[in-house]
């Protein structure tokens, strides 16, 4: 009885946990969003913190992890070759909890 219990306890966890697990695409026509790495803090939309685990990722607030399967992922994304063909441009910090939205405009492309 106790691990039915502690199975639907999971399954819940799962099925409401937004996580932030985003797939790289080759094209841009495939992509949900288009991004791009700015070299600065400043100039960017997001700032986003590759996490080693899936379950580690956030609900839209920066942490990402990065799926090997495009089925795998919340999101799918093309890395853009210049900012003005990106829809968010993000800036990849060191820490954790440097992830965060700067730009909340373009939050809504992410849910």
Same mark, same amino acid.
């Given at each position: 009885? =106790?691990?039915?219990i502690l199975f639907l306890i999971v399954c819940q966890f799962t099925f409401f946990a937004n996580a932030q697990k985003v797939y790289t695409v080759e094209y841009s026509s495939q992509a949900d969003v288009k991004v791009f790495v700015v070299d600065?803090?400043?100039q960017a939309? %997001?700032?986003v913190y590759k996490v080693d685990y899936s379950s580690q990722a956030? =609900?839209?607030d920066g942490n990402w992890y990065f799926v090997d399967y495009s089925s795998q992922a919340d999101k799918k994304i093309f890395f853009t070759d210049y900012s003005s063909q990106a829809d968010v441009k993000i800036y990849f910090v060191e820490y954790r909890?440097?992830?965060?939205?700067? =730009? =909340?405009?373009?939050?809504? %492309?992410?849910?």
């Open positions: 009885m =106790k691990k039915i600065y803090e400043s939309d %997001l700032c956030g =609900k839209n909890s440097q992830a965060k939205w700067k =730009k =909340k405009e373009q939050m809504h %492309l992410f849910y």
